[in-house]
């Protein structure tokens, strides 16, 4: 479908600098440019544009037109559906829907960053850190299966990423940071990862930051050592006459509510037979409990119980699980006085793991983390979300489009002072005595 344009003219045509132009140096052929389907057919818009002189640049150039920029092909409301597609799937796919080539997509997803990163400018550097990695395997470059990843826990988006997971790149990675990106950190969340704590330590504006531990990763080592522990019971021969034991080891790491019921029998059934298995993953529970607690007094009093149960138990995966909380204890209390978002660090790595599977894999990792950036930003009507998508061309809902309604709560009625109620609340009828009758 072709379609024939003629702009409506209300003053002098524009030069591509701004300046209007009102001298003609000549007339150009027709030019073509696509456009978003329409009732299901490809659209592609006709026009023969002039070529204007303007008296500001001096120079002869093909006059500004409202739906397409200078040397393009595509009409940019095309370019900006292409770049928010790009955004949840691979660009091949994008290019084969839109009938464009791939370049084309890749041209538009730049041009929609760029816009989008000159809406960060002039913001506040974060106030808290979150320092973690996150394995590639064969996607890796120079046989680095590891890329660390530095972001900030107040809006959740990265920092930046290295290749590597030792002290060596993430001294590289804070190294590339500004200066102002870190002068406001008081708060570094990590993994229990000794080479990233040593690493902060000698920077020198993250020398006198707190370090806290992620809960997820405290809670990661716990349930290895069970899944140790119980395997170490399945070589003594401690599972004889149990059945089928199959998915234990996954029980073992997954939270009891997450269990269906016929889980949660089979695992009270091998707790009960492994008295050891037991015990220990009672401590467990009530580790996780302590460490998603919202309250800090209860996480050190959860976390100091569960610290001395352990030194009671004298298996060796309990062992070293009691010798690895108490190396890291300093971290884990001070989780329990800051308390940053470190739920933040496991959403940005499952969004980077999104984008990577996308996308069949990335080789501009600059690229891919520019669009890491954009994909995590914060929620439409919070920090960077509304400009992400004004960024796009694209309107913004009204507020409470997409929302879940909070239920409302009824109002209690107000009792009458002295008036008595029923069981369900209603206020209770009272009976008048019957009169005695008198028998003759």
Same mark, same amino acid.
């Given at each position: 479908?072709?379609?024939?344009?003629h702009?409506?003219?209300?003053g002098?045509?524009?030069?591509p600098?701004?300046?209007f132009?009102?001298?003609?140096?000549?007339?150009?052929?027709?030019?073509r440019?696509?456009?978003?389907?329409?009732?299901?057919?490809?659209?592609?818009?006709?026009?023969?544009?002039?070529?204007?002189?303007c008296?500001?640049?001096?120079?002869?150039?093909?006059?500004?037109?409202?739906?397409?920029?200078?040397?393009?092909?595509?009409?940019?409301?095309?370019?900006?559906q292409?770049?928010?597609?790009?955004?949840?799937?691979?660009?091949?796919?994008?290019a084969?829907?839109?009938g464009?080539?791939?370049?084309?997509?890749?041209?538009?997803?730049?041009?929609?960053?760029?816009?989008?990163?000159?809406?960060?400018?002039?913001?506040?550097?974060?106030?808290?850190?979150?320092v973690?990695?996150?394995?590639?395997?064969r996607?890796?470059?120079?046989?680095?299966?590891?890329?660390?990843?530095?972001?900030?826990?107040?809006?959740?988006?990265?920092?930046?990423?290295?290749?590597?997971?030792?002290?060596?790149?993430l001294?590289?990675?804070?190294?590339r940071?500004?200066?102002?990106?870190?002068?406001?950190?008081?708060?570094?969340?990590?993994?229990?990862?000794?080479?990233?704590?040593?690493?902060?330590?000698?920077?020198?504006r993250?020398?006198?930051?707190?370090?806290?531990?992620?809960?997820?990763?405290?809670?990661?080592?716990?349930?290895?050592?069970l899944?140790?522990?119980?395997?170490?019971?399945?070589?003594?021969?401690?599972?004889?006459?149990?059945?089928?034991?199959?998915?234990?080891?996954?029980?073992?790491? %997954?939270?009891?509510? /997450? +269990?269906? *019921?016929? =889980?949660?029998?089979r #695992?009270? &059934?091998? @707790?009960?037979?492994?008295?050891?298995?037991?015990?220990?993953?009672?401590?467990?529970?009530?580790?996780?409990?302590?460490?998603?607690?919202?309250?800090?007094?209860t996480l050190l009093?959860?976390?100091?119980?569960?610290? %001395?149960?352990?030194? /009671? +138990?004298? *298996?060796? =995966?309990?062992?070293? #699980?009691? &010798?690895? @909380?108490?190396?890291?204890?300093?971290?884990?209390r001070?989780?329990?006085?800051?308390?940053?978002?470190?739920?933040?660090?496991?959403?940005?790595?499952?969004?980077?793991?999104?984008?990577?599977?996308?996308?069949?894999?990335?080789?501009?990792?600059?690229?891919?983390?520019?669009?890491?950036?954009?994909?995590?930003a914060?929620?439409?009507?919070?920090?960077?979300?509304?400009?992400?998508?004004?960024?796009?061309?694209?309107p913004?809902?009204?507020?409470?489009?997409?929302?879940?309604?909070?239920?409302?709560?009824?109002?209690?009625?107000?009792?009458?002072?002295?008036?008595?109620?029923?069981?369900?609340?209603?206020p209770?009828?009272?009976?008048?005595?019957a009169?005695?009758r008198?028998?003759?």
């Amino acid at each position: 479908m072709f379609l024939v344009c003629h702009p409506r003219r209300e003053g002098a045509r524009r030069c591509p600098c701004g300046a209007f132009a009102r001298a003609v140096h000549e007339r150009l052929g027709p030019r073509r440019w696509r456009d978003l389907p329409v009732l299901g057919q490809a659209a592609v818009l006709e026009h023969s544009p002039a070529r204007v002189a303007c008296r500001r640049c001096g120079r002869r150039r093909v006059e500004r037109l409202p739906w397409a920029g200078p040397r393009q092909r595509e009409t940019e409301r095309l370019r900006r559906q292409l770049a928010l597609d790009a955004a949840s799937m691979p660009a091949s796919h994008v290019a084969l829907r839109a009938g464009v080539s791939w370049r084309a997509v890749r041209r538009a997803e730049l041009e929609l960053l760029e816009r989008w990163e000159r809406t960060l400018e002039g913001r506040p550097g974060p106030r808290a850190l979150g320092v973690d990695e996150k394995y590639l395997g064969r996607r890796g470059k120079g046989g680095q299966r590891f890329v660390t990843v530095v972001s900030d826990l107040g809006s959740g988006a990265p920092l930046g990423f290295e290749l590597g997971r030792d002290a060596a790149a993430l001294e590289r990675l804070l190294a590339r940071l500004p200066a102002e990106a870190l002068a406001r950190v008081e708060v570094v969340a990590t993994d229990l990862h000794a080479p990233f704590a040593a690493a902060i330590r000698r920077h020198p504006r993250l020398a006198r930051a707190v370090i806290v531990h992620d809960p997820f990763h405290v809670l990661q080592r716990a349930n290895a050592a069970l899944v140790e522990l119980w395997r170490a019971a399945l070589a003594r021969g401690c599972a004889k006459g149990l059945g089928s034991t199959q998915g234990t080891s996954l029980a073992l790491r %997954t939270a009891p509510e /997450r +269990l269906s *019921a016929a =889980a949660r029998g089979r #695992l009270a &059934r091998v @707790l009960r037979h492994v008295p050891e298995l037991g015990q220990a993953y009672t401590i467990a529970q009530r580790l996780r409990a302590a460490l998603t607690h919202r309250d800090g007094r209860t996480l050190l009093r959860g976390f100091e119980r569960a610290l %001395t149960e352990l030194r /009671r +138990l004298e *298996a060796p =995966a309990l062992v070293s #699980l009691r &010798r690895c @909380l108490e190396q890291h204890a300093a971290g884990i209390r001070a989780l329990a006085r800051e308390r940053p978002a470190v739920g933040r660090i496991e959403a940005l790595n499952n969004n980077l793991e999104l984008l990577v599977r996308l996308g069949r894999g990335h080789r501009d990792y600059g690229f891919l983390f520019r669009k890491l950036r954009f994909v995590v930003a914060t929620a439409m009507y919070r920090d960077g979300g509304a400009a992400r998508y004004r960024a796009a061309g694209v309107p913004l809902p009204p507020k409470g489009v997409g929302t879940v309604p909070r239920k409302r709560r009824a109002k209690a009625k107000p009792k009458t002072r002295g008036a008595p109620t029923s069981a369900s609340g209603a206020p209770a009828t009272r009976k008048r005595p019957a009169k005695a009758r008198s028998g003759r």
